[in-house]
């Protein structure tokens, strides 16, 4: 099983090269939704990397990638400029996880 990155931004992309993680640079809604198509068709991929500005564009196209497939996981990452999170957003999470506050 291997990574693969869906990007908007090019330092992002060659980052991950660097880390030996694939990937393809995308700038609109249809090359993102081949690039997900495609991703998520090929066995080979465990985990699908998206940044997380493509995630905010285009949430349907995510969420469809989602919940029509069990493999890849897709995971959001922040790119360069940072993310869009909350500076709190793990303690938010495990909050409404499982209800402690921490």
């Given at each position: 099983?291997?990574?693969y990155l869906?990007?908007?931004?090019?330092?992002?992309?060659?980052?991950?090269?660097?880390?030996?993680?694939?990937?393809?640079?995308?700038?609109?809604?249809?090359?993102?939704?081949?690039?997900l198509e495609?991703?998520?068709?090929?066995?080979?991929?465990?985990?699908?990397?998206?940044?997380?500005?493509?995630?905010?564009?285009?949430?349907?196209?995510?969420?469809?990638?989602?919940?029509?497939?069990?493999?890849?996981?897709?995971?959001?990452?922040p790119d360069?400029?940072?993310?869009?999170?909350?500076?709190?957003?793990?303690?938010?999470?495990?909050?409404?996880?499982?209800?402690?506050?921490?």
């Amino acid at each position: 099983m291997k990574m693969y990155l869906i990007s908007d931004n090019t330092d992002t992309l060659t980052g991950m090269r660097l880390a030996g993680v694939e990937g393809i640079l995308v700038r609109s809604r249809d090359q993102v939704k081949k690039a997900l198509e495609d991703a998520v068709s090929d066995k080979d991929n465990g985990i699908l990397l998206l940044t997380e500005s493509l995630g905010k564009q285009y949430p349907d196209l995510v969420r469809t990638a989602r919940t029509g497939h069990k493999m890849p996981l897709l995971i959001e990452i922040p790119d360069r400029h940072g993310t869009g999170r909350r500076p709190d957003f793990i303690t938010a999470y495990v909050n409404e996880a499982i209800g402690l506050k921490l």
